[in-house]
């Protein structure tokens, strides 16, 4: 971030050298990098991310803790919508394997990933909120300013997570086991929820992690996009203003969460599996 040209000071308009100098001693930017460092470590080692550059009196953690809390409710409604959707896409396209709904569904998960969230979030506005008129283009409130970014936030999770159950349940449902429970005349019901859904569960357990990560923490395209409030809309303005101290402490949030959400699927997987319990 030090390397690239300009500094937080002077991005809009000129300001005389004593200024800029009285700036970079206050907020210490005069230091040696590692002085600077260290002194950055100290401060996270409590939690503290320092102030930030650009909004005058305002402390980082103070805005993490403003924007992280929109961000987890539209991403807790984007995964759950993407859990559901996905599984259920995949499970109907592994059902009827070779059959029109599998085709369909399948259609759907490819449109999902090759459609990149800004286009998809741009078409949603156009077509619902502009066209239709039956939801808001944009900005936060009740619910049906949650939709659109949701499904925008969701799009490509559900894609993926329906190829992925799509994949592993076509592969358990040749299994010799699940044949076997089929020939003792147990309904597709009892198989699925007693022999085939605990196996497909892993795969996309291990996906979660990462995905609760990315979508708890704010997307920042769509955040942007539709001018919401949240973590994602704080860390492009950062950028932007080349916000030293928001940048990093964003950084290391999203980390923070990044690390906990995967060493809470390894201890679900280690619940779950029983061969994961054999092997330690």
Not at 159 to 168: G, P, Y
Request: some cysteine; glycine content about 8%.
């Amino acid at each position: 971030m030090h390397m690239i040209p300009g500094d937080p000071f002077s991005q809009e308009q000129t300001i005389p050298e004593e200024i800029l100098k009285s700036l970079f001693a206050h907020y210490e930017l005069d230091q040696p990098l590692w002085k600077q460092y260290l002194k950055y470590l100290k401060g996270v080692i409590h939690l503290d991310f320092g102030p930030s550059f650009k909004y005058e009196g305002r402390m980082v953690h103070d805005i993490i803790y403003e924007g992280f809390g929109v961000s987890a409710i539209l991403g807790l409604i984007a995964l759950i919508l993407a859990i559901l959707v996905g599984g259920s896409l995949g499970t109907i396209a592994a059902l009827n394997r070779g059959k029109w709904q599998d085709w369909f569904s399948m259609l759907l998960a490819v449109l999902g990933m090759s459609v990149p969230s800004f286009i998809m979030a741009t078409l949603m506005q156009y077509l619902f909120a502009i066209k239709l008129n039956i939801l808001p283009i944009a900005r936060w409130g009740d619910i049906r300013h949650m939709i659109l970014p949701a499904i925008s936030l969701a799009a490509f999770p559900t894609a993926f997570i329906a190829r992925l159950v799509r994949s592993n349940m076509v592969e358990i449902l040749e299994q010799e086991y699940v044949l076997a429970a089929k020939s003792r005349g147990l309904s597709t019901n009892k198989i699925l929820f007693k022999h085939v859904a605990k196996n497909c569960l892993l795969p996309v357990l291990s996906y979660l992690g990462p995905l609760f990560a990315s979508v708890i923490t704010g997307s920042f395209v769509v955040e942007k996009i539709f001018g919401i409030p949240g973590l994602g809309g704080w860390f492009v303005m950062s950028i932007t203003n080349r916000d030293y101290t928001m940048i990093m402490g964003i950084t290391l949030f999203y980390s923070a969460i990044l690390m906990i959400a995967v060493f809470i699927v390894d201890l679900l997987s280690y619940w779950i599996d029983p061969r994961i319990r054999m092997h330690r």
